[in-house]
């Protein structure tokens, strides 16, 4: 069997087609596109990376693994990237908590801008749970505040364009994507 690292990542049309490796060796897991298809966003052994879809440009989202200061702020679980690739929704951990096991996380905690590493404020209320950028802009995000589960559509500049309370039955469910 071969070792990981020895395995090339690059993609494959979903209408169907060969296989096209990344011309830059990407070595991570957890791979998300942005909206436009100018950016990748993945996990890497130390943290979150940004680049390019061919692979170059690489470079660590900052504030997180071993750039995580004091906290030992880190990420290992990319869940989404924002249409222009500026900003990735992610689980951050913080201090002793354990990093997991190598399965992607379905949940969320922060939107970080990639070229800072800073926490986005969102004009939500509540614990944000899971967050998906929309292809062409916006993002929805699911929050629960005070055992109420709440999605939330924000614009592009996030801003809110709408809000609705989810039903009782589905608060332990999982958002697993959103088509507009």
Avoid at 46 to 52: E, M, R
Avoid at 89 to 115: C, M
Wanted: net charge negative; proline share 7%.
């Amino acid at each position: 069997m071969a070792h990981p690292a020895d395995r090339q990542a690059g993609s494959v049309p979903v209408a169907g087609g060969p296989f096209a490796p990344f011309p830059t060796a990407v070595v991570g897991c957890h791979v998300v596109w942005s909206g436009d298809g100018s950016t990748i966003a993945y996990a890497t052994d130390t943290g979150i990376t940004v680049s390019k879809v061919d692979g170059s440009g690489a470079r660590a989202v900052p504030k997180l693994g071993p750039d995580g200061g004091e906290t030992k702020r880190r990420a290992h679980d990319p869940m989404s990237l924002s249409a222009d690739g500026r900003l990735v929704a992610l689980f951050v951990l913080q201090g002793e908590d354990p990093d997991g096991d190598v399965s992607r996380s379905l949940v969320v905690n922060e939107i970080v801008e990639t070229a800072t590493g800073a926490t986005v404020k969102l004009p939500v209320t509540g614990e944000l749970q899971q967050a998906f950028f929309l292809r062409k802009g916006g993002l929805l995000v699911r929050t629960n505040d005070k055992d109420t589960m709440r999605l939330t559509l924000l614009s592009t500049d996030l801003k809110v364009l709408a809000t609705a309370v989810e039903p009782p039955t589905l608060t332990a469910a999982l958002l697993l994507g959103y088509v507009a």
